[in-house]
């Protein structure tokens, strides 16, 4: 079956501190890859995404790429801030015919001044 | 504005007692879906919709139940057979089987005790 490995939390970093956040998946096919983001208190909003081998997808200084031959795709920025603390969620979809997303457990990042 | 709406935001009941979810959307979208977040356990997919007056079963589906009468609006009833209701309820939409994101609600926070 699909599954989505994250690495677990909390992450806590000071600001301006280099992010990584690790994400291994299990799929068959050729699945596409999600980054979203959840504040506190509040529902989750796509961060990035990235549909093919060797894509990157990027928003807001955050970059992830999709790797294939390691079946990761792990969610960098290089500087933090304060208000990217939230509950980061990997999360794969099978394929084009497919509606059902698969979600890591997600990973806490807080960052302090 | 476009967006997703679930109602309230923070929800009480008592055991035994069935409760009905609230989720409309203006984004005119075709797909929906909710979802359960527990702490530490990522999303799990409870039920999804593909279009009005059809819907499929997600992964923990049981003493759940939902209905599509309109394009807007899926909501969710959580029965008295559900074993351990308390949780975030969040709610989600996509255009259809060839879009890639869903986009989500604020989430409503059911408290059973």
């Known amino acids: 079956g699909n599954s989505v490995t994250q690495m677990e939390g909390p992450v806590t970093l000071s600001e301006e501190a280099f992010l990584t956040i690790n994400c291994t998946y299990t799929?068959?096919?050729?699945?596409?890859l999600f980054w979203y983001v959840q504040y506190p208190g509040e529902g989750l909003q796509l961060l990035l995404k990235a549909t093919k081998a060797d894509d990157k997808g990027s928003n807001k200084g955050f970059e992830a790429t999709y790797r294939k031959e390691t079946t990761s795709f792990h969610l960098e920025k290089g500087s933090v801030q304060v208000s990217d603390s939230a509950v980061y969620f990997c999360?794969?979809?099978?394929?084009?015919?497919?509606?059902?997303?698969?979600f890591g457990k997600g990973t806490k990042l807080s960052v302090i001044p | 504005d476009g967006g997703i709406t679930q109602s309230p935001k923070y929800l009480f009941r008592k055991e035994g007692q069935n409760v009905t979810l609230s989720c409309e959307q203006n984004?005119?979208?075709?797909?929906m879906y909710w979802y359960r977040q527990d702490p530490g356990q990522g999303l799990r997919l409870i039920y999804y919709s593909q279009i009005v007056n059809d819907f499929q079963k997600g992964d923990i589906a049981e003493g759940y139940s939902v209905s599509r009468e309109k394009k807007e609006s899926f909501p969710l009833t959580v029965t008295s057979a559900q074993k351990n209701p308390t949780a975030f309820y969040l709610c989600a939409s996509s255009l259809g089987q060839a879009a890639y994101e869903q986009y989500f609600g604020p989430g409503t926070r059911l408290t059973v005790t």
């Open positions: 984004l005119n979208h075709d797909a």
């Open positions: 799929a068959t096919g050729y699945p596409s």
């Open positions: 999360a794969l979809k099978p394929g084009a015919g497919s509606y059902q997303l698969t």
